[in-house]
């Protein structure tokens, strides 16, 4: 085995007859880090610990030729890329062929030509240091990548545990003011989610109600009552019957809601698609299809997607639950009742689509009892 400086590109000869091993040694020495095996066997062995750059192959060796060393070469992951020239004394068309069709890059036939070798084995040589080097580059921009995605990832989740605890810390003070539980809030997230999984079989809304915009109605629900943090005690706890003035002043808790979610979309500094929703729903709920409704009297598809299944989900639950100045409804008349507003109170498209699953909505309210 020859050896020579570590500093420059490896070039192994595999060769089984000693002076073309020592030939091409003399020839490359000064600018390759030369190594000579004077086998197949030992050939493929140092092309695997040596890594080198290129491999001089001859052909006519015992044991094991250099058409099989090439395909063992091949087939070995850890020298598959090595580019191989086949230096040989077979100089029938057919050989060269053969060679090339097993994965070598170049085919030399001896009697030798020194600078025709010279010029070859340079040009792979400068190819096989240049696709490293490439390959490098490569992997460093795919680790970087992967680093910046992971970055972004880890960002989008903090983001997102930050919206949560944001929208629970408010929907918390909003209950210590109207003696709703957090039952309450799974109720209405699921029954809205599950309304517009069921609008979505209607051809109509395939393409509005996705996957990623259902999410957002069942982040954003939450916050569909979060105005009521303005309203004073005396009007949102009242036991009886609000009177006309009490009544206007409970509307608000609309606008209110929609200004608390504006200014905290304001404070981010960026369109939130959630933030978006969620002041849809804040402010539209209580919009009525018929144009009957508060803060603006919106009608029909004027009234946001949104809200307009908010107004289903949160009527059904204050329906079934008791509070303060009512008691509460049996499924099968909330059920009525919400019926009985398709097409004035209520969207007959979504009216429609409760009808369909009231079982599974009810199942949703046993589920999340007081």
């Given amino acids: 085995m020859f050896d020579f400086s570590s500093s420059k590109p490896t070039v192994l000869i595999i060769d089984d007859t000693p002076e073309n091993l020592t030939l091409m040694y003399q020839l490359l020495k000064d600018d390759y880090k030369v190594k000579g095996a004077n086998g197949g066997e030992r050939g493929l062995t140092l092309a695997e610990t040596a890594n080198p750059d290129l491999i001089l192959l001859d052909i006519m060796m015992p044991e094991i030729d250099g058409y099989q060393v090439c395909q063992q070469l091949k087939s070995n992951p850890a020298t598959s890329d090595i580019p191989i020239i086949f230096l040989t004394a077979k100089a029938e068309r057919v050989d060269e ?30 190819l096989k240091v240049a696709s490293d080097i490439l390959k490098d580059k490569n992997q460093v921009l795919e680790q970087e990548v992967e680093r910046r995605t992971n970055e972004a990832l880890r960002q989008k989740e ?78 949102l706890q009242k036991e009886g019957s609000l009177t006309d003035d009490e009544f206007r002043v409970m ?33 539209s709920h209580h919009e009525r299809w018929d144009g009957e409704g508060y803060p603006l ?50 969207d007959p498209t979504i009216i429609d689509a409760f009808a369909e699953i009231t079982d599974e909505l009810d199942a949703i309210a046993q589920e999340y009892t007081n």
């Fill in 97 to 126: 062929h053969k060679g090339l069709k097993l994965g070598a890059v170049d085919y030399i036939t001896k009697p030798i030509n020194p600078e025709v070798v010279k010029a070859r084995v340079k040009t792979h040589v400068s």
């Fill in 158 to 235: 903090e983001l997102h545990a930050i919206q949560d605890v944001s929208i629970y810390a408010m929907i918390s003070l909003a209950e210590t003011r109207d003696n709703e539980t957090g039952n309450h809030i799974k109720r209405t997230q699921a029954y809205i989610k599950r309304l517009a999984e069921q609008l979505r079989q209607n051809s109509r809304y395939v393409s509005e109600l996705t996957d990623d915009f259902i999410a957002l109605l069942y982040k954003s629900a939450p916050l569909h009552d979060i105005g009521k943090i303005g309203i004073p005690d005396n009007i």
């Fill in 251 to 283: 509307k608000t808790h609309t606008t209110i809601g929609y200004e608390a979610i504006k200014n905290a979309e304001k404070v981010c500094g960026q369109p939130m698609k959630f933030l978006t929703v969620a002041k849809e729903i804040a402010y």
């Fill in 297 to 346: 009297g919106l009608a029909g598809e004027q009234i946001p997607l949104s809200a307009r299944l908010m107004a289903i989900a949160d009527v059904y639950d204050a329906l079934i639950s008791k509070r303060v100045y009512k008691p509460a409804f049996s499924h099968s008349d909330a059920v009525n009742i919400i019926v009985s507003g398709k097409g004035t109170q209520f």
